[in-house]
């Protein structure tokens, strides 16, 4: 008789959202690296730094959602539970600093500009990078709609920055081989706004959760 599998728990699809997040974030840190060193791109620098303070977040989450699953004890009487809202505010941060990054960048592009070399492979990571972040960002829905964890949702935003700084990276290479230079800085001015209203959105999120 085969045995039926058994739906994951709230521990094991918050753990499987966490590591698909870490995972995804070091391989496109691996593959960004190798495509800014032939490219030569600076908005593929960003996006580099970008996901670099993606595994930095997702490290905080992870760490923080295996911290919040852990029983009450004589000391936390109530759970660990605001190991989640705090995951979230050090997010918002993170957020928030890669918004300030992009404006910096931008203006720096629009001053200085300069041809690519080997584009096609800036392209080509660029799509690989937005095809994993799609994945990972399913992964998460489907365990915020299971789970209503504030943690994965404070990751699937970043992720989801993530994704338009990946989708305007690729046109900005794109039109840039097509000699249209002021692409870049114009995408990454209006990235950094949205971003600078999610990391808003989060943090006041966590902040309410931590104050009851």
């Given at each position: ?11 094991g699809l918050l753990r499987l959202a966490s590591t698909a997040s870490v ?158 230079t002021w692409a870049d800085p114009v995408f990454a001015i209006a990235v ?8 808003f959105q989060i943090g006041h999120e966590a902040f309410q959760q931590l104050?009851?």
């Open positions: 008789m085969k045995a039926t599998r058994q739906p994951l728990d709230r521990a995972i995804t974030a070091g391989f496109l840190i691996i593959a960004k690296l190798a495509a800014w060193s032939v490219t030569g791109s600076v908005s593929l620098l960003a996006s580099l730094v970008d996901s670099v303070m993606d595994s930095i977040a997702s490290l905080i989450n992870l760490f923080a959602i295996r911290y919040s699953l852990q029983p009450a004890d004589e000391n936390h009487r109530f759970g660990h539970g605001k190991a989640e809202p705090l995951a979230g505010l050090a997010q918002a941060a993170f957020i928030a600093g890669s918004a300030i990054f992009l404006v910096f960048h931008a203006v720096d592009r629009l001053r200085f500009t300069r041809d690519l070399e080997q584009v096609g492979i800036g392209l080509g990571v660029m799509v690989l990078a937005i095809i994993m972040t799609v994945v990972l960002l399913a992964i998460q829905r489907y365990v915020i709609r299971k789970t209503g964890s504030t943690a994965i949702r404070a990751d699937s935003l970043h992720y989801l920055t993530d994704l338009l700084t990946n989708m305007s990276v690729l046109l900005a290479l794109y039109l840039s081989a097509l000699g249209w950094a706004i949205y971003i600078f209203y999610s990391a104050m009851d």
